[in-house]
């Protein structure tokens, strides 16, 4: 291949959780030729990221992280991004490409760019991650087949955004672009929704009285362990995530509570066909995920493949 | 050992499902001394268990498949238990003992003892099962380390009760006897609510008009899709488990509707404190689960396993 290996000479990563600490692993696999910078507001996840490391060069301040670079990228929670971006101000080359991984993307674009007027911002949305987070929690496969979603603000130089665009396809991910609005509206539903549901079930059920919370725990193979996958995400991300994709976030939450109200009533007044009709139609939606290989089709997602047996994994197991 | 390997000479499947074929299997490997008969209404899913051995003798008429049975195994939908009950009325060895392996106890016992009272009872609940059904679905490991919730009827000899156990055991599942009410009150947050909090959203996401199917899909990987497989069990067992444990249900559902609004308002009013302590906690179920060792601690379940390293298994991943 003649082409360039890399878009970008000097990348900085701002933020060395789980998605920071993965992009410094993936540009060192993907791009060697690449100079990259670290840093956290955190000495200690600094320390850890040096002995991992997750950047070739990790400064302790942040002015030193940036200097040189010709890609910044925000891996920082959604509501400390505008924070961080005002720290940057006047300490970037002009032509320093910011971007950033937030799970939202209108707010947190608005924010940027109050900040840093006049550079050029392509945010983009790595839909990528594990319940596990920090420092330690990284790897450098954590985007390979994964959706990338780049959401450019209007007018914003297209030669900016193809290099972004190149940047994630490098560590293996599959870009799309789409307009800032819609990427919260979609990951509304497919994301935080979901994400808020689980933290709530998983609360409720930790506080009732006459179950006890290690009942809870053993009989949890019955579903509820799914949940707690979810529920056991970072808790600061989550709450930013909320507050910063609000309007998105209660629209769906109260489509959501009229079909549980719809079914809850269904359940009070017997009528069992409108739940096997509802029941079947959720059917479907799985059988396409799998057909588009966004999830694993073997039953339990394959969880006890590890054992010597199917199903020797661990006790207990979902649907009963 | 010198003990009998079996604590029942006959036994009589009826209902060849996921449940029941892994029921034959699991007997045949673990007690294999034992004569197993199955059947089912359904002359399609007697034929494939015919072909899979998932009982020994498969007849036509749920009389012969009854006649000799020391234990009789019903592994029907809870709300077909009654009728089933009906059919084996004077079919049955006066010592026979009845059980199931039914999602509810407490109306399961109480329509088997309408239709066949003074034949002792004991019913009994493997908490085990996958996403997929059908009598292609079952496998021999399906118990094993698995809990099983026994529920015996007050009165019902303990010799009986003793052999049920020991019947579970045999299969390697772990067993707890407990009364059926309590049953049903823990099956309903363990298992009943998340089911059907998981068909709701499935729903929910399906009927949008401003985010297509096939963006829902696509990037499913962003939480949702873990709600979509427990959202892809089978219907009429679900509809039917809602009908019969509606006390237990809908009080859970309560409460669960009570505590999402409250985080609904969080949101709302912008009180970020509330969200965070809410999240935090839920973290700690997450950890005890993983502790007692009822769920897998890998990172997304390790669904990249199977892929030539972390990751490359499947576009798309969880919390983000």
Known sequence: MNEPEAPFANVAIIGLGLIGGSVGLAVHETMPKVRTYGWDADAHVREVAAERNLAHAIPANIDDAVADADLV?????VRA??????QLKGKLKPTCVISDVGSCK???????????????IVPAHPVAGTEHSGPEAGFASLFQNRWCIVTPAEGVDQA??????????AMGATVETMAPDHHDRVLA????????????????????EEVTRSEVIKYSAGGFRDFTRIAASDPTMWR?????????????????SEDLTALQRAIRWGDGDALFDRFSK??????????????D??????RHDHGDAPGAGMPGDDSD
């Open 81 to 86: 991004m505008e924070s961080v971006a005002a």
């Open 73 to 77: 990228v925000l891996c920082v929670p």
């Open 106 to 120: 209108k707010s947190v674009a608005d924010a940027i760019a109050r900040q840093l007027p006049g550079q050029p």
């Open 189 to 208: 539903v497919t994301s935080h929704v979901p994400h808020l549901i689980a933290y709530t079930i998983v609360g409720t059920a930790s506080d009732l």
């Open 240 to 256: 930013d995530v909320f507050l910063s994709n609000k309007d998105a976030v209660l629209e769906i939450l109260q489509r959501f």
């Open 160 to 169: 900016h955004v193809d290099k972004v665009i190149a940047f994630w396809r």
């Open 282 to 295: 959720t059917r479907e939606v799985r059988r396409s995920i799998i057909e588009e290989g966004q999830d």
């Open 297 to 302: 089709a073997r039953p339990d997602f394959g």
